[in-house]
Nanobody, 114 residues
Framework: VQLQASGGGLVQSGGSLRLSCAAS????????MGWYRQAPGKQRELVAIITSGSSTNYADSVKGRFTISRDNAKNTVYLQMNSLKPEDTAVYLCMSDVRGYHYWGQGTLVTVSS
């Protein structure tokens, strides 16, 4: 499975961004896809995840602000991020779960200025 992430950038506090992650390869074997993030000096943390059955789960810190969705026809997962805060600044990484093994895309940097 190969993952191509895009959509990061610089945005002011309160603004919005949408991240995209396109999957290719053995996509039929993907159980779930999601987004993690890692801020400087901090551990990687789960942001949001969506299963093949479209069940979703979010970190408490982003509930009500971020929405994860998927377009099966395009093999793409999106993360709509609204009401962004400076503490959302991080490298966001796309992940796909295949039978418990995690594949990772390249990170995309999100910077939220105050």
């Amino acid at each position: 499975v190969q993952l191509q992430a895009s959509g990061g950038g610089l945005v002011q506090s309160g603004g919005s961004l949408r991240l995209s992650c396109a999957a290719s390869g053995s996509i039929f074997s993907i159980n779930a896809m999601g987004w993690y993030r890692q801020a400087p000096g901090k551990q990687r943390e789960l942001v949001a995840i969506i299963t093949s059955g479209s069940s979703t789960n979010y970190a408490d810190s982003v509930k009500g602000r971020f929405t994860i969705s998927r377009d099966n026809a395009k093999n793409t997962v999106y993360l709509q991020m609204n009401s962004l805060k400076p503490e959302d600044t991080a490298v966001y990484l796309c992940m796909s779960d295949v039978r418990g093994y995690h594949y990772w895309g390249q990170g995309t940097l999100v910077t939220v200025s105050s």
